[in-house]
């Protein structure tokens, strides 16, 4: 499997799991499946950023997701 996709699938459990917990929050709920896609999405981030050393940065970011789009659109 592509780090790059890795990589990008971490960074959107992580940003679904914001909503999942303000939700669970507003409900007066525990948010479990909150914390277990934070867990998932920060510990494919940290083995993406961790077998490709340097090059994922703040800067590269955006360059990642829209090749990994591009790449999943086009196969």
């Known amino acids: ?11 959107v459990l992580v940003a679904f799991s914001i909503p999942s917990a303000i939700s669970a929050y507003s ?22 950023m961790q077998e490709n050393p340097g090059v994922y940065t703040l800067a590269t970011v955006d360059d990642v997701i829209v090749d990994v789009v591009g790449d999943l659109v086009n196969n």
């Open 27 to 48: 409900d007066w709920r525990w948010p479990k499946t909150a914390i277990v896609m934070l867990l998932v999405g920060a510990g494919s981030i940290a083995y993406a």
């Open 1 to 11: 499997m592509d780090f790059d996709l890795i990589f990008v699938v971490g960074i």
